[in-house]
């Protein structure tokens, strides 16, 4: 047995048994033990965290990173930086907006060998299914995607195209014989197209126009075409950032019947509201677009009853002119809200207000994301036993801070959670035992790619 060499403690560690005070000790970036708080063995570095919270670092499956190929939007570096000044010490990066797109294995291979040297958290990746590509899924899967994304509609990028219902038939059964998780954007353009027409004479800078154009009729049939499907394949189904509350009943009853079907939300649907976007606001354009203030508490409600599993940022940048600030054009500017910073004190500000615990925290932003992607052995919790790697957040769930595009470490910094106050401060990450961030500094990079085992 190798000695404990890091032993982080406090009295607040959440752990399987809940939140209390304990000392998680830690052996060559394993937990190897959680103990009494006042266990400290002797030559074993001590980290104390007094009063903040010690929980698992926070993993996020939904992160847009872009490189190669559109590195000027966002790359590993920054992203990665980014998460570790999040708390968040895994992150695995989209099959789209890079160039390639990670459709085919070649792309994939491009794709591992741009993240090299730049990974500041451990970074996993997925495939892309897209029309015709089903030759490739084995071998992507083979190499280590942790599953398959597919677009319903236009994708935004041309290299991306979306799949239809028929292409899906062709696809699931293979995703189903791999064993592999499909991960959909569920808006299908019918009744977009139907809203584009007439929302094409109204005025492109209210916010309103775009919202009638992304109507809640999209999802709603995308689910039910999935959860379909979801049943004609045996093909595991994940619907990402779900934000129309009209489908949760669907999906209710589709998981209660036992279907394998999941979905998240994402912190802007969580946080905001329609009602309250002023005009030209384009930095807070993102599709499925964020909705009424009573579609964001019936989403809420989804959370507690676990309809939805969990949430994730779907972190999306592009360059500032591309949200078009100047002409504050919603129905042209570029769909996408970068969040991978700072999910941990949006979620948790607006938990609190509800009631809900610092276990259900965990739940979502950490334990349920890891399982997604098959990761729950090594990610998403603090448990003894030397499997789980030792990656913590230290966090003050008191402290409030306000957002500043200064504070921000993604490349670019246009966001509309600028000027929000937020609870929950970030004071020091740990990657597999390791400190990567520590009150506004950084260590490594010590991030690893990770692939499917
Ligand atoms: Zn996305």
Request: aromatic share 8%; proline share 7%.
């Amino acid at each position: 047995m190798h000695p404990v060499d890091l032993v982080i403690r406090g009295r607040r560690v959440v752990t399987p048994h809940g939140v209390e005070p304990a000392s998680v000790h830690i052996t060559r970036g394993y937990i190897s033990s959680i103990s009494i708080f006042e266990d400290v063995p002797d030559g074993a570095e001590l980290v104390e965290a007094h009063d903040s919270v010690v929980m698992p670092g926070l993993v996020d499956t939904h992160v847009h990173v872009n490189e190669p190929g559109r590195t000027e939007w966002e790359g590993f570096e920054t992203a990665t930086r980014a998460a570790a000044a999040g708390g968040v010490t895994t992150i695995v990066d989209m099959p789209l907006n890079s160039v390639p797109a990670t459709t085919t294995h070649a792309a994939f291979n491009q794709k591992v060998e741009a993240a090299q040297g730049k990974l500041h958290v451990d970074t996993g990746f997925w495939g892309g299914v897209v029309p015709g590509n089903t030759s490739e899924l084995r071998k992507l899967w083979d190499a280590g995607v942790v599953g398959f994304k597919c677009f319903l509609i236009h994708s935004g990028v041309d290299e991306f195209p979306n799949v239809s219902e028929r292409d899906l038939r062709e696809a699931m059964p293979e995703l189903a014989r791999l064993g592999a998780l499909l991960i959909v954007h569920a808006e299908v353009p019918g009744p977009v197209d139907a809203c584009c027409q007439s929302a094409s004479e109204a005025p492109a800078r209210s916010y309103e126009t775009f919202l009638r154009s992304r109507p809640r009729e999209a999802e709603n049939e995308a689910v039910a075409m999935m959860i379909d499907l979801c049943r004609a394949t045996s093909c595991r189904v994940h619907v990402v950032h779900h934000s129309s509350a009209d489908a949760l009943p669907i999906l209710r009853q589709a998981k209660a019947s036992g279907l394998t079907i999941t979905a998240e939300t994402c912190p802007h649907y969580l946080h905001f509201a329609a009602e309250d976007i002023p005009d030209g606001a384009t930095e807070f354009k993102c599709c499925p677009p964020i909705r009424e203030r009573e579609n964001r508490e019936q989403l809420w409600d989804a959370l507690r009853d676990g309809t939805i599993d969990f949430v994730v940022s779907d972190h999306s940048p592009c360059p500032p002119d591309m949200k078009l600030p100047d002409e504050g054009d919603f129905m042209n500017a570029w769909g996408g809200i970068s969040s991978l910073q700072l999910r941990l004190p949006i979620i948790w500000t607006e938990a609190a207000a509800r009631g809900f615990t610092i276990e259900d925290l965990v739940k979502w932003l950490c334990r349920e994301p890891a399982r997604q992607v098959g990761l729950e052995i090594v990610k998403g919790s603090i448990k003894e036993g030397g499997d789980a790697d030792a990656d913590i957040v230290i966090w003050n769930p008191e402290r409030e801070f306000t957002v500043e595009p200064s504070i921000l470490h993604h490349r670019h910094k246009v966001t509309p959670y600028n000027g929000e106050v937020l609870r929950g401060v970030v004071e020091k990450t740990f990657l597999r035992g390791q400190i990567v961030y520590d009150d506004g500094r950084f260590y490594g990079p010590y991030g690893r790619a990770l692939f499917r085992t």
